[in-house]
């Protein structure tokens, strides 16, 4: 399992709370120990870390990193599962405006706190309908992080960095399940896109949540786990 940006490995405590240990072993990963930091070495940490075939599961940022961790390891992922996930910007202009707009958000986390990016990042719009319950257990999670950490994490994967898939998605023919809540309409129509190219891919509505389907609807991730 592969968290989201400004998150660690206990994002996924409500989903392995769910999962049934007789037929699942629950491993969660932080990207933060990644070396090098990026997805060569987010590849490399999940090939040494997983077992010979293995369930892979990515939320957010970590959907975007699965869908590259499966280009690179099809022969392992047995099933993939993409919560509030895209397969990237494939508009190279528009890739180019992220990147440095990731670029000056970095500089200004490592300006601040962890207390001046949580407060900003609970103003963003894409999470502004979430329950206060859910700000919460976000920020008690980035605040697992140093400003340093945070601000490294968002230039190693940032969407202008990782390489779009879209014209890749047909290579994986492993079953697929795309998860997003129905709160979140722009995810929702990138996740209908996304399971439409998958070869073996289906949709997931999920209701009555938004962007952090992990920790508003665990259940639903941890049924899309079985085929």
């Given at each position: 399992?592969?968290?989201?940006?400004?998150?660690?490995?206990?994002?996924?405590?409500?989903v392995v709370a769910l999962?049934?240990?007789?037929?699942?072993?629950?491993?969660?990963?932080?990207?933060?120990?990644?070396?090098?930091?990026?997805?060569?070495?987010?590849?490399?940490?999940?090939?040494?870390?997983?077992?010979?075939?293995?369930?892979?599961?990515?939320?957010?940022?970590?959907?975007?990193?699965?869908?590259?961790?499966?280009?690179?390891?099809?022969?392992?992922?047995?099933?993939?599962?993409?919560?509030?996930?895209?397969?990237?910007?494939?508009?190279?202009?528009?890739?180019?405006?992220?990147?440095?707009?990731?670029?000056?958000?970095?500089?200004?986390?490592?300006?601040?706190?962890?207390?001046?990016?949580?407060?900003?990042?609970?103003?963003?719009?894409?999470?502004?309908?979430?329950?206060?319950?859910?700000?919460?257990?976000?920020?008690?999670?980035?605040?697992?992080?140093?400003?340093?950490?945070?601000?490294?994490?968002?230039?190693?994967?940032?969407?202008?960095?990782?390489?779009?898939?879209?014209?890749?998605?047909?290579?994986?023919?492993?079953?697929?399940?795309?998860?997003?809540?129905?709160?979140?309409?722009?995810?929702?129509?990138?996740?209908?896109?996304?399971?439409?190219?998958?070869?073996?891919?289906?949709?997931?509505?999920?209701?009555?949540?938004?962007?952090?389907?992990?920790?508003?609807?665990?259940?639903?991730?941890?049924?899309?786990?079985?085929?």
């Amino acid at each position: 399992m592969l968290h989201g940006f400004a998150g660690t490995a206990r994002h996924w405590d409500g989903v392995v709370a769910l999962i049934d240990r007789e037929r699942y072993s629950p491993l969660a990963l932080e990207l933060a120990d990644a070396q090098p930091l990026g997805l060569a070495g987010a590849i490399e940490l999940i090939a040494a870390s997983a077992p010979e075939r293995f369930v892979l599961c990515g939320y957010s940022m970590g959907g975007r990193v699965a869908l590259n961790v499966a280009l690179a390891l099809p022969e392992r992922v047995s099933r993939l599962v993409l919560v509030s996930a895209s397969a990237g910007i494939d508009d190279p202009v528009a890739r180019r405006d992220r990147l440095a707009a990731d670029e000056r958000l970095a500089g200004e986390i490592e300006a601040g706190t962890v207390e001046d990016f949580v407060t900003r990042w609970r103003g963003t719009p894409l999470f502004a309908a979430d329950p206060d319950w859910v700000h919460e257990l976000i920020a008690q999670d980035t605040r697992r992080l140093t400003r340093e950490q945070i601000a490294s994490t968002l230039r190693a994967f940032s969407p202008g960095l990782l390489p779009a898939v879209t014209d890749r998605l047909g290579e994986l023919a492993m079953p697929a399940v795309v998860l997003a809540g129905s709160r979140d309409s722009g995810y929702c129509a990138l996740g209908k896109r996304l399971a439409r190219a998958l070869p073996g891919g289906d949709y997931v509505g999920v209701t009555g949540a938004g962007h952090r389907v992990t920790l508003e609807a665990p259940a639903a991730v941890v049924s899309s786990f079985a085929g």
